[in-house]
RNA sequence: GGCGCUGUAGCCAAGUGGUAAGGCAGAGGUCUGCAAAACCUCCACCGGCGGUUCGAGUCCGCCCAGCGCCUCCA
């Protein structure tokens, strides 16, 4: 099935053909790390996941770079001001690589509880130095860029095609670079490239134009070079990056003489309360914090249920919704996995022929534009169809495509299943808390034969309260958490 | 000021010009000792006003509301 992708370059959906036959280079552009993480990078993270991921299941062989900024770049002004990690790493009186490193990680953690697959390749910025100045000489050699007072600027006159991504044109952008800085620039929306290195500043390298460290954008276009190689397939990102990072980028790798990304993808925000997320606003949510109220797989559930391209909305109505329908995809697959153990040997062509269609569905919806809330809906019809089924003899054959479904729909391609299976950590408590279920229930069991149903209930009431829920079902008594 | 996006049921959210996917919540029913789960049924004048069309949520114009980028931001 082909998939079509819509090309921020081109403004519109197109077919997607690899550079090179069966092979997916992609590239997303990471986080600067200096805080936690937050809601956003979760859209982002889990968007260009499932990207992954579909691709892999349509047989494509995917290297996936993902940068790590830990060249901290500037707080307030385009060109000049402090550090993001130094002011971080004042703030918490750490080395400034203390303060990287614990992001980083933190960060890998997170996206870890999200089930988002670890890139092939997690480049540092601090760790590609030499291939920025590369990139930086080159583009000086090639009459693109200028030094200029111990900085290097890209001469954004020199390229006309700067501005082809955003649809942007220079002079209807605002200028707002301090004046200082702006004497150094032949116009004032040149960008840096290498900046000259004050007295105080922590971050710092040696460099052909004395002491200092790399602009914004650079890393991204000399890090996916050297990993992609030119003409890479699929650069991602952020909408909010489409201006300035990822037009530089593009203007730094083909002013070199570079060939750059073939398809650009950008997800779209997220709001929450109808507003955009921020610190002043006060809604700021990091993963950590939200990670100890809503089960992870409940967030990313809630981040598939939306189109990348749309802007998701979250609060605590669609967290709750989340959680009732993410359980009830989860308990479907779970109860499919329990039938199988001991199926009979009997045929169901028409539940059978009906997975294939729900399989077909969701493969036509991720193949347009990786449409997962389609591709989600289709898994909600492939759960109504099972459970009606399973009302009745449901043989392996059935159990199997049905199980195969879910395990490779819901779980490799969205990601939303954990890797123990269905199961989960929700099932699979340690065998104390098995034995201890298994205690409460066979007295539960010993009050219902005898029809002590005031006894029954109330030890029912108590695993309510405790969190557990049980549900008597013609085959026994079973619990959840 | 420039570029761009969005307004679909109480909430979340798809939607290729032919009379609105899916989920949550809600209502009624089946099943159950009662529940839970599951299944069945019900639940939308698609922001407003014009226009194009045999026909518009879907195209065009205007208006209203909200949002993003243009400065670090996912």
Redesign the pocket.
């Known amino acids: 099935m082909d998939i079509h992708l819509y090309d921020t370059k081109q403004r519109q959906k197109v077919r997607f053909e690899p550079a090179v036959p069966g092979k997916v280079g992609m590239y997303l552009?990471g986080?600067?790390v200096y805080s936690d993480a937050?809601?956003?990078?979760a859209?982002?993270e889990v968007a260009f996941d499932v990207v992954r991921r579909y691709l892999t299941h349509a047989g494509f062989e995917v290297r996936y770079v993902s940068n790590v900024t830990d060249v901290g770049?500037?707080?307030?002004?385009?060109d000049d001001g402090e550090d993001?990690i130094a002011r971080r790493a004042a703030l918490e009186k750490l080395e400034p690589m203390e303060i990287a490193d614990k992001y980083f990680w933190s960060f890998v953690d997170d996206m870890g509880r999200l089930n988002v697959l670890r890139p092939s390749i997690n480049p540092r910025a601090t760790g590609h130095i030499p291939e920025q100045i590369r990139l930086i000489e080159e583009l000086i050699a090639a009459g693109h860029a200028y030094e200029s007072n111990g900085s290097v600027y890209f001469d954004v006159r020199s390229w006309p095609r700067y501005g082809e991504l955003?649809?942007?044109?220079l002079d209807?952008?605002?200028?707002?670079t301090r004046e200082d800085v702006r004497d150094e620039k032949r116009d004032p929306r040149d960008f840096a490239l290498w900046k000259r290195a004050e007295r105080g500043h922590l971050m710092r390298w040696e460099s052909p134009w004395g002491e200092g460290f790399p602009g914004?954008h650079i890393e991204c276009s000399a890090m996916s070079l050297k990993y992609l190689g030119e003409n890479f397939d699929i650069h991602g990102?952020?909408?909010?990056?489409?201006?300035?990072?990822h037009e530089a980028e593009i203007a730094q790798a083909e002013a070199a003489g570079h060939g750059f990304a073939r398809y650009w993808m950008h997800?779209?925000?997220?709001?929450i309360g109808?507003?955009?997320?921020?610190k002043s606003k006060g809604n700021f949510t990091t993963l950590r914090e939200l990670f100890e109220r809503v089960d992870p797989m409940v967030v990313r559930f809630?981040l598939v249920?939306?189109?990348y391209r749309?802007?998701?909305?979250m609060?605590e109505?669609?967290f709750?919704?989340?959680r009732?329908?993410y359980a009830?995809l989860r308990?479907?697959y779970r109860e499919v996995e329990r039938r199988l153990v001991d199926a009979p040997d009997v045929q169901n062509p028409d539940l059978t022929a009906r997975i294939d269609a729900h399989v077909r569905a969701f493969e036509e919806a991720m193949s347009d534009d990786f449409?997962t809330?389609?591709a989600?809906?289709a898994l909600?019809?492939l759960?109504?169809d099972v459970?009606?089924a399973?009302?009745g003899d449901v043989g392996r054959a059935a159990l199997t495509r049905a199980r195969d479904a879910y395990r490779e729909l819901g779980g490799n391609v969205l990601g939303l299943f954990a890797e123990s299976g269905a199961a989960g950590a929700a099932q699979d408590e340690g065998e104390l808390v098995d034995a201890l279920m298994e205690l409460v229930l066979e007295a539960r069991r010993h009050y219902?034969l005898q029809k002590q149903?005031k006894e029954?209930?109330a030890l029912?009431e108590r695993l309510t309260a405790a969190g557990v829920?049980?549900?008597?079902?013609p085959t026994g008594t079973r619990w959840k958490k």
């Open positions: 552009c986080p600067t937050h809601l956003g990078h859209k982002k770049h500037l707080v307030d002004d385009a993001k955003s649809g942007r044109r209807d952008q605002e200028v707002g914004w990102g952020g909408m909010d990056l489409e201006f300035p990072h997800n779209n925000m997220l709001t109808g507003e955009k997320m921020s809630l249920s939306s189109h749309s802007v998701t909305e609060n109505d669609a709750e919704s989340a009732n329908g009830r308990d479907a449409n809330p389609r989600v809906a909600f019809d759960t109504r459970n009606a399973l009302a219902r149903w029954a209930d029912r829920t049980i549900e008597d079902t």
